[in-house]
């Protein structure tokens, strides 16, 4: 049963901070109730007395309508439905609120609908679950010619703005025409997939890459296999159209963060890009810091650096040479070599 209807007296109390409505037999609720309480820190949900069905209004208050900093629902069951997976996903991007008896998913339990069988959020979710008002005042313009000048300039105003847009956007519009053409409502990546990272670098940038990189990742064992937009992208398509395929066929993304490539607003574009393409997966997209302490961080940049793996290094970091050395010799790396290629292996 929808308890929408039961809980809507608690958008009344603007000002409350704890919400106890344990023992309550409340199913579940399909209208957000706690976006207007700014104030709101603790809600209670105990022992519900009945299996909870996760809905996509109750998840946007738990995380997204409030200032929420903990959370208990422990001591209940709840319906394996694709609503565990979101639960689950935004859990871990709120790390600030703390779930009671949550441990990372593996204190909470779903029933499987038909057989009964209980999952742990954990499990479940890592089975996967089958982003100009008018001219002032209204006198009237007796001058015919004053009138059309007038209205000629706003028209043409008005279309060069929308032209400037247009032109500043016109890569992000392009690709979400091609998301349009794909028909993708929503971004499908699984495995297998043909690379193990697309690297995400300047052209400043290049010599870096090439020679000391790429060959650290490719040559020396365990291999990579990477995708190089001057070696992998296929002829004929648009860039854009490249990208997007190298993203969604590469486990994850390597970017190579640079003084160079935060003042390219083609790499920016790129970034955001791929924020976007992995917006609901974690650990797949990773970050390789060259930058110095005295380089400008744009804040979008630094958004995507709260969220994702980071790694900081320089370009004078040693490498030996990995050619002349057994294999078993990978452990004896420097430690950001050794970090980086562990975590492109998870």
Same mark, same amino acid.
């Given at each position: 049963?929808?308890?929408?209807?039961?809980?809507?007296?608690?958008?009344?109390?603007? @000002?409350?901070?704890?919400?106890?409505?344990?023992?309550?037999?409340?199913?579940?609720?399909? *209208?957000?109730?706690? @976006?207007?309480?700014?104030?709101?820190?603790?809600?209670?949900?105990?022992?519900?007395?009945?299996?909870?069905?996760?809905?996509?209004?109750?998840?946007?208050?738990?995380?997204?309508?409030?200032?929420?900093? !903990?959370?208990?629902?422990?001591?209940?069951?709840?319906? $394996?439905? *694709?609503?565990?997976?979101?639960?689950?996903? &935004?859990?871990?991007f709120y790390p600030d609120i703390y779930i009671v008896g949550y441990n990372n998913g593996t204190g909470y339990s779903c029933a499987v609908t038909g057989t009964?069988?209980?999952?742990?959020? +954990?499990?479940? %979710? +890592?089975?996967?679950?089958?982003?100009?008002?008018g001219w002032g005042d209204k006198t009237e313009i007796s001058h015919p010619i004053l009138e059309i000048g007038l209205s000629s300039m706003s028209a043409f105003l008005v279309a060069g703005a929308i032209?400037?847009?247009?032109?500043?956007?016109?890569?992000?519009? =392009?690709?979400? &025409?091609?998301?349009?053409?794909?028909? +993708?409502?929503?971004?499908?990546?699984?495995?297998?997939?043909?690379?193990?990272?697309?690297?995400? &670098?300047?052209?400043?940038?290049? %010599?870096?890459?090439?020679?000391?990189?790429?060959?650290?990742?490719?040559?020396?064992?365990?291999?990579?296999?990477? $995708?190089? +937009?001057?070696?992998?992208?296929?002829?004929?398509?648009?860039?854009?159209?490249?990208?997007? *395929?190298?993203?969604?066929?590469? =486990?994850?993304?390597?970017? !190579?963060?640079?003084?160079?490539?935060? /003042?390219? #607003?083609? $790499?920016?574009?790129?970034?955001?890009?791929?924020? @976007?393409?992995?917006?609901?997966?974690?650990?797949?997209?990773?970050? !390789?810091?060259?930058?110095?302490?005295?380089?400008?961080?744009? #804040?979008?940049?630094?958004?995507?650096?709260?969220?994702?793996?980071?790694? /900081?290094?320089?370009?004078?970091?040693?490498?030996? #040479?990995?050619?002349?050395?057994? #294999?078993?010799?990978?452990?004896?790396?420097?430690?950001?070599?050794?970090?980086?290629?562990?975590?492109?292996?998870?």
């Open positions: 049963m929808d308890s929408s209807t039961k809980l809507d007296f608690i958008k009344k109390f603007k @000002h409350l901070r704890i919400l106890e409505i344990g023992s309550n037999q409340i199913r579940s609720w399909n *209208e957000t109730l706690f @976006h207007n309480l700014t104030n709101l820190e603790t809600v209670g949900m105990r022992k519900n007395l009945m299996n909870i069905a996760l809905s996509r209004q109750m998840i946007m208050d738990f995380f997204n309508s409030s200032s929420l900093k !903990v959370l208990d629902l422990s001591n209940n069951i709840f319906e $394996c439905n *694709e609503m565990i997976y979101k639960f689950y996903k &935004y859990a871990q009964g069988e209980l999952k742990t959020f +954990h499990s479940f %979710a +890592h089975a996967g679950s089958d982003i100009i008002e032209s400037f847009l247009i032109y500043r956007n016109r890569w992000y519009l =392009r690709y979400y &025409y091609i998301c349009y053409k794909q028909k +993708h409502k929503q971004i499908m990546r699984s495995e297998p997939f043909l690379y193990d990272a697309f690297i995400s &670098y300047s052209k400043n940038d290049e %010599a870096w890459v090439n020679e000391t990189l790429v060959p650290f990742l490719e040559e020396n064992e365990p291999r990579l296999k990477l $995708c190089i +937009h001057q070696r992998d992208f296929k002829v004929g398509n648009t860039i854009v159209e490249n990208i997007v *395929e190298a993203i969604d066929s590469s =486990r994850k993304v390597l970017i !190579v963060l640079t003084k160079s490539y935060m /003042s390219s #607003s083609w $790499c920016m574009f790129e970034s955001q890009l791929t924020q @976007h393409r992995l917006m609901d997966e974690t650990g797949n997209m990773i970050i !390789v810091n060259l930058t110095s302490d005295k380089d400008f961080i744009p #804040s979008s940049i630094k958004q995507i650096i709260s969220r994702v793996t980071y790694l /900081s290094m320089s370009v004078d970091d040693p490498l030996p #040479s990995l050619y002349l050395l057994p #294999s078993s010799t990978v452990f004896t790396l420097p430690s950001n070599w050794t970090k980086l290629k562990v975590t492109l292996m998870e």
